[in-house]
């Protein structure tokens, strides 16, 4: 299980990593990106490839985007990822003010913000993306349940297969944050995003992502 000493070490690494240098500026045409194979069925968030690095990462542009997010406090990252999908998939289930079903979207994505100590909790939010198809989409029931917008963002986001354990998320971190070295983003937290349900068995697609240090992280409670 993935512990917040874990989670403070990472963050610690990256900011010896990094020093908060100033990123390069990238040249070269920009490439808009179709939907993703790795997307499979599923509506994903649309982005620009704004830099590509094989094997290491990709610089991306995401457009402003709409999604429904939970937040918990907690030490453990597995407790906290059972409870915070469980509270979205019952509200694209029907757990709304409308009684709606809404189609499930890729990717599940959690922010994780380490407490300042090992005994101390971490902060998660996870958020299911939720289709510029629905224009208007129902009110949670669930308090701790809110209708979210994500402003348009640059992200670096590196890749792998398989199947995603606590300890590979921090493992895939670390790996992004030296790969970064000389590029500015902001360190204090990553993001871990799922594009598989648990039965899919082959040709699995992850990602971590650090927000570029211009990208503007806080999401904003959807207004009417």
């Not at 994500?150 to 590979?168: C, E, K, Q």
Request: net charge neutral; with cysteine; aromatic share 12%.
């Amino acid at each position: 299980m993935l512990k917040v000493v874990s989670l403070v070490v990472l963050l610690q690494l990256v900011n010896l990593i990094t020093g908060f240098r100033r990123d390069a500026q990238n040249g070269g045409s920009q490439q808009v990106s179709s939907k993703p194979n790795f997307c499979n069925d599923l509506d994903c968030p649309s982005y620009t490839v704004l830099e590509d690095v094989p094997d290491k990462y990709q610089k991306r542009r995401y457009e402003a985007s709409n999604w429904v997010t939970t937040q918990i406090l907690d030490m453990d990252y597995d407790l906290a990822q059972s409870k915070m999908f469980r509270m979205l998939f019952l509200y694209i289930s029907g757990n709304n003010t409308r009684g709606e079903k809404i189609a499930m979207t890729s990717p599940v994505i959690t922010r994780l913000i380490p407490g300042p100590g090992p005994a101390c909790e971490s902060n998660f939010t996870m958020s299911f993306y939720i289709s510029n198809t629905v224009t208007n989409p129902p009110a949670p029931t669930d308090p701790k349940v809110k209708l979210t917008q994500l402003p348009a963002m640059d992200a670096y986001v590196r890749s792998f297969p398989g199947f995603a354990t606590s300890s590979l998320w921090v493992t895939e971190a670390t790996q992004l944050a030296q790969d970064l070295a000389g590029k500015s983003f902001n360190s204090a937290y990553f993001y871990t995003a799922g594009y598989d349900g648990p039965f899919r068995v082959v040709n699995r697609h992850n990602e971590v992502w650090f927000l570029a240090e211009n990208a503007k992280p806080k999401a904003s409670t959807v207004v009417g």
